[in-house]
């Protein structure tokens, strides 16, 4: 094993096997259906705030209702007085927005001809949390009465789900390529766990009315194809959010996109790695920079390439093929490409880092191109690749056996002409683009 610059690190604690791994992302998707399914309450429900002290005469109406419960983040707040108020007195220090004990920022916005005062946040509300607005004694009608001589306030409680928005690809574009990921504003999390359910198909009207069978199930905000988007199509899509806890739903507005036509140009070109290591578990050292990584019960490790493009990319397919230091066929240690979570560097690996995602298991179909060599391919590996250029969050890869420890070969300058090497191949739609 020979290895060009060494890093001598701790690699903490264990690490399963990849066949114990293997088992995680069935096991765990049947737990999230079970849980969506059952609609158990994780926490105690949300208890109405308590009941205000009686308004003021001087109010004659308050949005949000005092007391209430599950209000859209995003509601209009705003107070209405049944005499002339003082304009002078409506000021921030005169009127509140609080979440707990801490003023949160309003633009304070009246109304004189209804007589209403508006509060607009200066931040999102968060979710599932008790706000209270409050009028101080300050506040003066047009008289100089104080419109509440006491102060007088009322609170209300936020709903468990954002609006589905921010969609990606974004509404209306044409161009994408058959292995764009779809992608939307997830619900903050500390609101709790989410099931997404996601629709696309050609037929608008059945997709607005959720009439065909969904392509997605999921905790995440995020959807990687598994099979390729038809080209030259318009596709419309949509999602659905439901709390698992309060089991509130959102449903997303249709979106659509249009993908490459048939005749786009496709070329192919083998990109080299970028950052690549691995971690030996019974040294407790990682290693970097050498032709190789190791994959095995006793190894982590990590690899991504040098990709082409931003956001212009636009993928068709994609595959890499490494060379290994066994004749056996990839059955009898059974391969499979993982992303990985988390940001990380080739010298960085250790033990634990990076975690491999169990839920994305982007290719577990290696063929023995030729003695000793193990390929990978699958639309949701050229998604991810995708993915990782165009857009935040998608970090880089993982190999994974259940068998015996095997060396896997790369190519580390793209001018070596043995693609056979670690070299990944892309095949890539010639758009015209910048």
Not at 203 to 224: E, K
Not at 385 to 398: K, N
Request: aromatic fraction near 8%.
């Amino acid at each position: 094993m020979t290895v060009s610059r060494e890093a001598a690190r701790t690699c903490a604690g264990a690490r399963p096997a990849r066949r114990a791994a293997a088992r995680v992302a069935p096991a765990l998707f049947a737990a999230l259906a079970a849980l969506a399914g059952c609609g158990e309450r994780l926490r105690a429900p949300v208890e109405p705030p308590p009941a205000p002290p009686p308004a003021p005469p001087a109010v004659r109406a308050v949005s949000p209702a005092p007391r209430s419960t599950g209000v859209l983040y995003d509601e209009a707040i705003w107070i209405e007085f049944s005499l002339p108020v003082d304009a002078a007195t409506l000021t921030p220090n005169n009127v509140y927005l609080k979440l707990d004990t801490a003023r949160q920022p309003v633009t304070l916005s009246w109304d004189a001809a209804r007589g209403r005062l508006a509060l607009v946040p200066g931040v999102r509300l968060r979710l599932r949390r008790t706000y209270t607005v409050e009028i101080t004694p300050r506040v003066r009608t047009a008289s100089g009465a104080a419109v509440a001589p006491q102060g007088w306030f009322w609170q209300f409680t936020t709903n468990s789900l954002r609006r589905i928005a921010r969609p990606r690809p974004a509404d209306g574009v044409a161009g994408e390529s058959p292995v764009t990921r779809l992608a939307w504003e997830a619900t903050d999390a500390e609101s709790g766990p989410v099931d997404y359910v996601a629709w696309i198909g050609p037929d608008s009207a059945a997709i607005a009315q959720r009439a065909v069978a969904p392509i997605a199930a999921s905790r995440r905000a995020t959807w990687f194809p598994r099979s390729p988007w038809p080209l030259g199509t318009r596709l419309y899509w949509t999602v659905s959010a439901t709390h698992v806890e309060t089991r509130e739903r959102m449903d997303g507005p249709v979106w659509r996109f249009d993908t490459l036509p048939p005749d786009t140009p496709l070329d192919s070109i083998v990109v080299a790695p970028a950052s690549w290591g691995y971690c030996q578990h019974s040294t407790g050292r990682s290693f970097c920079g050498s032709g190789q990584i190791v994959a095995g019960q006793s190894y982590t490790n990590a690899i991504r390439w040098r990709m082409p493009g931003g956001d212009a990319l636009r993928l068709a397919a994609a595959r890499v093929t490494f060379g290994t230091s066994t004749s056996q066929a990839p059955a009898a240690y059974r391969p499979a490409l993982f992303a990985t979570e988390g940001a990380w560097e080739g010298c960085s690996v250790t033990q634990n880092r990076p975690a491999h995602d169990p839920l994305l298991e982007l290719a577990s179909d290696g063929a023995s191109l030729n003695t000793g060599a193990v390929t990978f391919r699958s639309t949701l590996f050229a998604a991810h690749l995708e993915a990782s250029v165009r857009d935040a969050g998608v970090y880089g890869y993982t190999v994974r056996t259940s068998g015996p420890n095997v060396s896997l070969s790369l190519v580390t300058s793209p001018t070596q002409p043995n693609p056979v090497q670690g070299g990944l191949t892309l095949f890539v739609y010639r758009t015209g683009a910048p």
